[in-house]
């Protein structure tokens, strides 16, 4: 049985590499992307003239409020309809890392919010101008407190990535639905993908931890 | 009149339908120290908050070495200045807040270089050099390294008055600078401020401590009820107070 197993394992080696890259070639491009459109959303939440809050606010609400999976669904199958065809790895990132941006830009107004209001004065005080307050006084101490809700996002992310087997990218969970296809060993290669996921959601929790440490308020 | 630093005329604040300044005015030669006393609500903060346009006013000029900042008078209509202008304004005044307010993500030495470098655009070797020399200034030398969150109270605030000065304001503004500090750090801050005068700074300074504003300032105006009730030299306030309202404040504070 576990003989079976491992010849199994050494078999499909390649396609599980390729699997584990596709995931973390989804989720990292997700996230990047997810958080560079945060950003914007994010700065429009806390700045914003009354209109451009209310469409940051009503695209994160909306967002947020919608299953990934449908929005997944989504962006693969109802964009074809308007004549916008998206591979399913492009309907995969672009779906992911709009889910992302709605968390990044909820989660980056309430560290801006947070940020105390005599440091803005004390910044305004030493003739810092808005966009110089905003670069070396509030987003550092924002983006310290946020930190933690980000590598659970990320991590959320990792998971969530799952779900773009279900448009036929090949990454872990389709990779391992495959494998089993051919040899029936569920148990194993379900665990073995639970594994991984779990070894990646790990390294990516470790590092966010030591970076925390690194940037710490003294 | 070439050493006029600062003139107020006529200022009024509200707050909605809350008037806070009901007409103040003012003014400070160079070198002048002014201590603003009065109970609270009375009005002192806002005032030092409007010098350094960290609050709009609704009526009034304030003038800095003669010119109006804040407002101008565009077509005969009392129009705010534009907020590139009101960041230079500002920059001719120096602040130091309760709360000391100093970024704790910055070094000791980096609060003070952050504006010296971004606003004032110096090199990074100079502005290193002013942040060292104040901090001596204000008795931390060794401190340059530490964050924030690692000096006492009493430090802190004085490397908030070392970011402040390193500036070169042109009139420094103390807002109950020692309210927030337990009492035995109250001392190193106000000797720090002491000093600081004698060196000649304009400096207006609201606090509670009436021995300090006694001893560092050369006019005290008592404030009440958004005015200034009165007006006269330490003596003439603290040992010949004539209103009723002023011995009655005197009264219940210490000394």
């Not at chain 1, 973390?24 to 959303?41: C, D, N, Q």
């Not at chain 2, 007409?23 to 009005?43: E, F, H």
């Not at chain 2, 806002?46 to 800095?64: A, H, P, S």
């Not at chain 2, 008592?222 to 330490?234: C, K, S």
């Amino acid at each position: 049985m576990s003989t079976g197993f491992f010849n199994e394992l050494w078999l499909s080696k390649f396609m599980i590499f390729r699997g584990i890259y596709t995931c973390l070639f989804v989720s990292f491009s997700s996230i990047v992307i997810g958080t560079f459109i945060g950003m914007f959303v994010g700065l429009a939440l806390t700045y914003g003239n009354r209109f451009t809050r209310f469409l940051a606010r009503a695209y994160t609400d909306i967002i947020r409020g919608i299953p990934v999976l449908v929005l997944i669904l989504t962006f693969y199958f109802v964009l074809s309809v308007i004549g916008i065809n998206l591979s399913a790895l492009q309907a995969g990132i672009t779906s992911l890392a709009i889910f992302c941006s709605a968390h990044i830009s909820e989660m980056l107004r309430g560290g801006l919010q947070n940020v105390p209001k005599g440091q803005i004065e004390a910044a305004k005080a030493v003739g810092l101008s808005f966009f110089q307050t905003f670069i070396f006084v509030s987003l550092p101490q924002a983006l310290r407190q946020i930190l933690p809700t980000w590598i659970n996002t990320a991590v959320e992310i990792v998971k969530g990535s799952t779900l773009v087997s279900l448009i036929g990218v090949i990454e872990i969970t389709l990779v391992m639905q495959q494998i089993i296809g051919r040899n029936f060993l569920t148990m194993q290669f379900y665990a073995l993908a639970g594994l991984i996921y779990f070894l990646i959601g790990f390294s990516i929790e470790r590092t966010g931890k030591y970076v925390e440490k690194k940037v710490a308020i003294k | 009149m070439t050493n006029r630093v600062l003139e107020i005329s006529n200022l009024e604040k509200s707050y909605g339908d809350h008037k806070v300044l009901k007409g103040v005015s003012l003014a400070m030669d160079k070198g002048d120290v002014i201590s603003v006393i009065g109970s609270s609500g009375s009005g002192k903060t806002t005032l030092l908050r409007c010098v350094n346009l960290l609050e709009d006013f609704q009526e009034g000029v304030i003038k800095i070495d003669g010119k109006e900042i804040g407002y101008e008078d565009v077509k005969g209509k009392r129009t705010k200045v534009s907020a590139k202008q009101v960041t230079k304004d500002r920059a001719l005044t120096g602040m130091v807040f309760q709360s000391f307010n100093l970024f704790p993500h910055l070094s000791a030495a980096e609060n003070i270089t952050l504006a010296l470098k971004k606003v004032q655009k110096k090199s990074k070797e100079e502005s290193a050099e002013i942040a060292q020399h104040w901090l001596e200034r204000v008795g931390l030398p060794d401190r340059g390294t530490s964050f924030p969150g690692q000096l006492s109270g009493g430090q802190q605030q004085r490397v908030a008055i070392a970011r402040a000065l390193a500036m070169n304001p042109k009139l420094m503004l103390f807002d109950e600078v020692t309210s927030a500090l337990d009492p035995e750090l109250i001392n190193e801050v106000l000797d720090v401020i002491k000093s600081v005068a004698a060196d000649g700074m304009t400096m207006l300074i609201v606090t509670h401590e009436m021995r300090f504003a006694y001893e560092v300032s050369n006019q005290v105006i008592f404030m009440n009820d958004g005015l200034i009730a009165e007006q006269g030299t330490p003596d003439a306030i603290f040992k010949n107070a004539s209103s009723d309202r002023l011995n009655a404040f005197l009264k219940n504070t210490k000394f």
